[in-house]
């Protein structure tokens, strides 16, 4: 994009306040790095969690002075001059229709891509197979399908492309509408109807009815026309026997994509093909396509290096953003970049590099290894950069892989980003530090989504604990805090000192609250800045008398109130010896006055639950009169009172198990447990499976092992059929005994599996509830028994 914001004012209908400017880049997340702060427009956006206006005085303090907001900030004059303001009723309505007006001055082909599922991999396979010289081609960067993320992909578009393809998701109805009127497809693509977003929706019917509203005044539409309701639906809204109508029937999926194993992936190849026909332009051979690895992946590395896999698309927006990513999760350690080379970016080698080099400075990349032809012609941009030391070369991934020294990478956070044909998955495997095939994927995005889903429900000054005890119940404690403080929580707790110490080496500068804190641990949780739990008069005179040792006044501390769970806290009756105490302690200092409910998830319990509510109000409001201090903080609501109880919100919450997505259907499921098939046999009627002897076959039977047994988590309970794992999206029964490193899956109803399939253990199916149910047992219980020897990895879509 580039307009001037007077433009922007007269296209959005708002009124400039301050200097015209000349603006190429739009921001709308204070956190994200903004490489051309002169240029951009912060867009500030107003959500139920976060308000964009509360960030304009940070994003001033680093450069920007354009932005599109509801109102100009109070005395905007005096403590922002020079700033520019363009004042909208609504600001994300506001860019939408930029978004509108940028994408009516393209004038070449547009194609939206929308379904329940498979939007993103058509979208990505029809940029696998654009043909050289059939001139530029851009697609939405990866999951840019909201309402935000269309405007933004939009915005992307530079004018000289042949064929633009944008993604399309809504969630509930009336969401499409404003879609269609910034895309205007010529082409559209339905790809299926399935399961998701359906809570919010009548029917089928109706979510289908919303969908094809993106296609009202499209040239051509795209579909299965075997499925009777797409084709029912497709055929009602324009005509059965309109010439806009391309449906494919099953026989062309066998025709076209035969050599994809799967029916998902022929369905997507089919759209593909159609796509193609249409447009009469012969695409690559289809034998070129890959998998789509849809997702930021995030794993730990050898010599205390941390990895990001990335190779899903190679052109500056997707490195820009996964280079945010980086910047997110890097923490204290140096960033290292591997980057092949980029293409069909439609910029002269010379021009794009030279934008990469500043791209790798904005992010403080500290070495860079470049692998490619290319981008190894283009050297001298980055080594004048980095120098010859920190700045290398190869011709190929071959060449990298055998002249590099692992060490180098050692402490580092290293982005692999690299174009398909280069094959960089096997650098990552290389720096990768485990290799078991079991593995416990830890879906970022899906957690942010469940804390503002928590965030939606409290005042917007109500703060936000997070727990991330027990390594984050068991998805890694350093991982999911640098997510979190990205997301902008107010306070993290912990169980033990331990926990704390090691988010602080991670760089993890949020407040700290640890929740078991003993007298052995209290000179240590001094030196890392963390803030303890005080339960007893022993425990708050013996951190006392530590921070007199260390001549500290006013350290902070967090009291813990006992209201009727009786594990940990102070009594009732002990308050006014409390308050005396407190008085006369100058070393200490309260930061938060909290209790726990003992059964807030439970509706039989309520009165209880309301009768520790009461309490701890009198017993809480006691302590700040007599301290007289109005600043202290109160919190008594974990995930379940977040929810049920929001007369209880007090000034703080802290939330726990929600964040993982578990125990509530509304949620997303944030961790699943997978692994492979590694073996397969045919037995006979007779045969004996695992240790004892306790799986007998009865019949022909198929049989697959999985690495996994009980010494990963995989429960000896769930044995001998009690559990099931989940394999081409059919149920399977476990059959014999668990074993410590392996279990055996009776798959005799699933003749199609092959050794390779992936086996979910847990995760959208079967749920951890319905894991804990056979082993009666909770949910928290499962997810935290996951054994530190799988692997995690960390995906942010």
């Given at each position: 994009?580039?307009?001037?914001?007077?433009?922007?004012?007269?296209?959005?209908?708002?009124?400039?306040?301050?200097?015209?400017?000349?603006?190429?880049?739009?921001?709308?997340?204070?956190?994200?790095?903004?490489?051309?702060?002169?240029?951009?427009?912060?867009?500030?956006?107003?959500?139920?969690?976060?308000?964009?206006?509360?960030?304009?005085?940070?994003?001033?303090?680093?450069?920007?002075?354009?932005?599109?907001?509801?109102?100009?900030?109070?005395?905007?004059?005096?403590?922002?001059?020079?700033?520019?303001?363009?004042?909208?009723?609504?600001?994300?309505?506001?860019?939408?229709?930029?978004?509108?007006?940028?994408?009516?001055?393209?004038?070449?082909?547009?194609?939206?891509?929308?379904?329940?599922?498979?939007?993103?991999?058509?979208?990505?396979?029809?940029?696998?197979?654009?043909?050289?010289?059939?001139?530029?081609?851009?697609?939405?960067?990866?999951?840019?399908?909201?309402?935000?993320?269309?405007?933004?992909?939009?915005?992307?578009?530079?004018?000289?492309?042949?064929?633009?393809?944008?993604?399309?998701?809504?969630?509930?109805?009336?969401?499409?509408?404003?879609?269609?009127?910034?895309?205007?497809?010529?082409?559209?693509?339905?790809?299926?109807?399935?399961?998701?977003?359906?809570?919010?929706?009548?029917?089928?019917?109706?979510?289908?009815?919303?969908?094809?509203?993106?296609?009202?005044?499209?040239?051509?539409?795209?579909?299965?026309?075997?499925?009777?309701?797409?084709?029912?639906?497709?055929?009602?809204?324009?005509?059965?026997?309109?010439?806009?109508?391309?449906?494919?029937?099953?026989?062309?999926?066998?025709?076209?994509?035969?050599?994809?194993?799967?029916?998902?992936?022929?369905?997507?190849?089919?759209?593909?093909?159609?796509?193609?026909?249409?447009?009469?332009?012969?695409?690559?051979?289809?034998?070129?396509?890959?998998?789509?690895?849809?997702?930021?992946?995030?794993?730990e590395g050898i010599l205390g290096s941390t990895v990001i896999n990335d190779a899903y698309n190679s052109d500056l927006t997707a490195l820009g953003i996964a280079l945010d990513y980086l910047d997110q999760n890097a923490g204290e350690r140096p960033k290292a970049l591997i980057l092949s080379d980029i293409l069909q970016a439609g910029l002269k080698t010379d021009e794009l590099y030279r934008q990469v080099a500043a791209l790798v400075q904005e992010h403080g990349v500290a070495d860079l290894a470049g692998i490619g032809p290319e981008i190894t012609s283009a050297a001298h941009h980055f080594v004048a950069l980095l120098g010859p030391d920190h700045a290398r070369f190869y011709a190929t991934t071959d060449e990298f892989l055998r002249h590099t020294d692992k060490e180098r990478y050692a402490g580092q956070a290293i982005l692999v980003k690299g174009s398909r044909m280069f094959g960089f998955e096997r650098i990552s495997r290389m720096f990768e530090k485990r290799t078991h095939t079991t593995t416990l994927e830890v879906n970022l995005g899906a957690m942010a989504a469940n804390l503002a889903h928590f965030r939606a429900m409290l005042r917007p000054e109500t703060r936000v604990m997070v727990m991330v005890k027990a390594h984050s119940y068991g998805t890694g404690s350093g991982e999911v805090a640098a997510m979190l403080q990205h997301e902008g929580v107010d306070y993290l707790a912990v169980a033990f000192a331990d926990e704390g110490i090691a988010l602080r080496e991670a760089g993890i500068h949020l407040p700290i609250v640890v929740l078991n804190s003993d007298p052995g641990s209290f000179a240590v949780m001094a030196d890392y800045d963390l803030e303890p739990e005080i339960y007893s008069f022993t425990?708050?005179?013996?951190?006392?008398?530590?921070?007199?040792?260390?001549?500290?006044?006013?350290?902070?501390?967090?009291?813990?109130?006992?209201?009727?769970?009786?594990?940990?806290?102070?009594?009732?009756?002990?308050?006014?010896?409390?308050?005396?105490?407190?008085?006369?302690?100058?070393?200490?200092?309260?930061?938060?006055?909290?209790?726990?409910?003992?059964?807030?998830?439970?509706?039989?319990?309520?009165?209880?639950?309301?009768?520790?509510?009461?309490?701890?109000?009198?017993?809480?409001?006691?302590?700040?009169?007599?301290?007289?201090?109005?600043?202290?903080?109160?919190?008594?609501?974990?995930?379940?009172?977040?929810?049920?109880?929001?007369?209880?919100?007090?000034?703080?919450?802290?939330?726990?198990?929600?964040?993982?997505?578990?125990?509530?259907?509304?949620?997303?499921?944030?961790?699943?447990?997978?692994?492979?098939?590694?073996?397969?046999?045919?037995?006979?009627?007779?045969?004996?499976?695992?240790?004892?002897?306790?799986?007998?076959?009865?019949?022909?039977?198929?049989?697959?092992?999985?690495?996994?047994?009980?010494?990963?988590?995989?429960?000896?309970?769930?044995?001998?059929?009690?559990?099931?794992?989940?394999?081409?999206?059919?149920?399977?029964?476990?059959?014999?005994?668990?074993?410590?490193?392996?279990?055996?899956?009776?798959?005799?109803?699933?003749?199609?599996?092959?050794?390779?399939?992936?086996?979910?253990?847990?995760?959208?199916?079967?749920?951890?509830?319905?894991?804990?149910?056979?082993?009666?047992?909770?949910?928290?219980?499962?997810?935290?028994?996951?054994?530190?020897?799988?692997?995690?990895?960390?995906?942010?879509?």
């Amino acid at each position: 994009m580039d307009y001037t914001l007077s433009q922007i004012a007269a296209i959005t209908g708002g009124t400039l306040h301050g200097d015209d400017r000349r603006m190429t880049a739009i921001a709308t997340d204070s956190r994200n790095h903004i490489a051309r702060p002169d240029e951009t427009l912060f867009v500030a956006l107003a959500g139920p969690s976060h308000d964009g206006h509360h960030y304009i005085p940070d994003l001033y303090g680093r450069g920007v002075r354009s932005f599109l907001v509801g109102s100009v900030p109070l005395h905007a004059a005096e403590t922002l001059p020079g700033a520019s303001f363009v004042t909208v009723p609504d600001p994300l309505t506001a860019l939408q229709a930029l978004a509108a007006y940028h994408r009516n001055q393209y004038n070449g082909t547009v194609v939206a891509v929308t379904g329940s599922n498979g939007k993103t991999v058509v979208k990505e396979w029809i940029a696998q197979l654009w043909p050289e010289g059939a001139g530029r081609l851009f697609r939405s960067p990866r999951s840019y399908n909201s309402q935000l993320g269309v405007a933004l992909s939009l915005l992307m578009i530079r004018g000289d492309e042949q064929l633009v393809v944008i993604e399309a998701g809504i969630s509930r109805p009336g969401e499409m509408e404003r879609l269609e009127a910034m895309i205007r497809p010529q082409i559209g693509i339905l790809t299926n109807l399935g399961s998701a977003h359906s809570e919010n929706f009548n029917s089928d019917e109706q979510k289908l009815d919303e969908k094809l509203k993106l296609f009202q005044r499209a040239e051509s539409i795209i579909y299965h026309a075997d499925s009777p309701l797409i084709a029912k639906h497709v055929g009602k809204r324009f005509g059965k026997s309109s010439e806009r109508l391309h449906g494919w029937r099953a026989d062309e999926v066998i025709d076209t994509a035969s050599h994809f194993s799967d029916y998902a992936s022929r369905e997507n190849a089919v759209h593909v093909a159609q796509l193609y026909k249409l447009l009469g332009i012969t695409p690559k051979p289809f034998s070129v396509l890959q998998p789509v690895a849809m997702r930021l992946e995030q794993r730990e590395g050898i010599l205390g290096s941390t990895v990001i896999n990335d190779a899903y698309n190679s052109d500056l927006t997707a490195l820009g953003i996964a280079l945010d990513y980086l910047d997110q999760n890097a923490g204290e350690r140096p960033k290292a970049l591997i980057l092949s080379d980029i293409l069909q970016a439609g910029l002269k080698t010379d021009e794009l590099y030279r934008q990469v080099a500043a791209l790798v400075q904005e992010h403080g990349v500290a070495d860079l290894a470049g692998i490619g032809p290319e981008i190894t012609s283009a050297a001298h941009h980055f080594v004048a950069l980095l120098g010859p030391d920190h700045a290398r070369f190869y011709a190929t991934t071959d060449e990298f892989l055998r002249h590099t020294d692992k060490e180098r990478y050692a402490g580092q956070a290293i982005l692999v980003k690299g174009s398909r044909m280069f094959g960089f998955e096997r650098i990552s495997r290389m720096f990768e530090k485990r290799t078991h095939t079991t593995t416990l994927e830890v879906n970022l995005g899906a957690m942010a989504a469940n804390l503002a889903h928590f965030r939606a429900m409290l005042r917007p000054e109500t703060r936000v604990m997070v727990m991330v005890k027990a390594h984050s119940y068991g998805t890694g404690s350093g991982e999911v805090a640098a997510m979190l403080q990205h997301e902008g929580v107010d306070y993290l707790a912990v169980a033990f000192a331990d926990e704390g110490i090691a988010l602080r080496e991670a760089g993890i500068h949020l407040p700290i609250v640890v929740l078991n804190s003993d007298p052995g641990s209290f000179a240590v949780m001094a030196d890392y800045d963390l803030e303890p739990e005080i339960y007893s008069f022993t425990s708050l005179r013996n951190y006392a008398a530590e921070m007199r040792s260390r001549g500290i006044t006013g350290a902070p501390i967090h009291l813990k109130m006992d209201t009727g769970m009786h594990r940990l806290g102070f009594m009732p009756d002990e308050i006014e010896t409390l308050c005396e105490e407190l008085k006369a302690e100058a070393a200490v200092k309260v930061r938060s006055i909290f209790s726990h409910l003992a059964a807030s998830e439970d509706p039989a319990e309520d009165d209880f639950t309301r009768g520790q509510i009461a309490l701890f109000e009198r017993m809480s409001g006691r302590i700040i009169e007599a301290l007289g201090d109005s600043s202290i903080l109160r919190h008594i609501c974990n995930s379940a009172g977040i929810a049920r109880f929001p007369e209880a919100h007090f000034d703080m919450v802290r939330l726990g198990v929600g964040l993982y997505g578990i125990e509530n259907p509304e949620l997303q499921v944030a961790a699943t447990l997978k692994t492979q098939i590694v073996q397969i046999k045919t037995l006979d009627r007779g045969d004996t499976v695992g240790y004892n002897r306790r799986g007998v076959v009865t019949g022909p039977m198929r049989t697959a092992t999985i690495p996994i047994g009980y010494a990963d988590g995989m429960d000896r309970g769930l044995g001998r059929g009690a559990g099931q794992v989940c394999i081409r999206g059919v149920l399977c029964p476990t059959f014999g005994n668990i074993c410590m490193d392996t279990c055996m899956i009776d798959i005799t109803a699933l003749p199609e599996a092959q050794e390779g399939d992936e086996v979910v253990i847990f995760g959208e199916r079967p749920t951890v509830q319905e894991v804990a149910r056979v082993l009666d047992t909770i949910s928290y219980e499962v997810l935290t028994s996951v054994s530190a020897r799988i692997k995690r990895i960390y995906v942010r879509e």
